[in-house]
């Protein structure tokens, strides 16, 4: 056959494979959907949410050690109550808060035959030991808040760290891979207001209180702060954020946070229900399943 004929025979199958499978090349040629996208349905999604279990499987780093942790939490958001019991490494450990019943301390059943029932400064220095975030930050409103904080900061269209990785497995789930990279991530000088705190300050600057701790030696505690001290804040929450979203549930059931030094913290969020229906007692001190009493 002569090669003109070849070439015609060539384009005519060509276009006759695109007329009748166009969708086929279109999947390839489709352009990815932006972070965006994906993360305004799960700031919709967690709009929603008026109560809410799980259990989390943590690991935060304390000093120069990955302290691991599973815990099973239950929450009411409006008004606010909690209660969460850990399974390692302090087994059996409770913590419940309930301003009607509590007032504004949180009772703490350490499960020990000394001190086991305590009440305790939510955001103060015996509750926070070994902890990265205080108990009014449990749940996904606090994360979702500081992304949407940094999305606003580094939109998207303008700027180039967002990426969505498209869909990946995690522990068998199908999730969007959503990847925060922050180049400009740093620390900078801070002089601390009148009432503010290391809750009150992280909420305003949308980062993690413990980091600021951390990166200031001279606070020896978390209840060593006071007005006109000059500290280092981070500058955004972390220099990478990796976010993996549920596509059924559109919400996060993994989120890996790193910082200048490596990895910071990593969440992994099982069991998930989302609005379940407490009983009367569920955040009652009288409680039969729980250890107040």
Known sequence: MEKGNCKFLVYFYLFLFISICPNILLIHAAEPVQAATILRQVFETNKKIKTLSYTVL????????NIQKKTDFKIIFEPYQIYLKQYYPNKGLEILYNRKVTGDKALLNRNSIAFSLLRLDPTGNMMRKESHHSIFKAGFTYLLEVVEYLYRKYPEENTS????????KYFDITCYKIVFENPCFGFADYIIKEG??????????????????????HLHSF???????????PTDYARQIIIYVD??????????????KGSFEEYMYTNIRINPVFSAGEFEINNPVYGFR
Do not use: Q, T
């Open 58 to 65: 943590m690991k935060e780093r304390i000093g120069n050690d």
């Open 223 to 233: 209840d060593d702060f006071r007005a006109g001290m000059k500290i280092k804040v």
């Open 161 to 168: 760290v967002w990426h969505n990785e498209g869909l990946v």
């Open 196 to 217: 503010e705190n290391l809750e009150i300050l992280s909420r305003k600057i949308k980062v993690c209180d413990y980091m600021i701790f951390e990166n200031n030696p």
């Open 247 to 260: 596509k059924e549930k559109l919400l996060p059931v993994g989120v890996k946070v790193y910082d200048d």
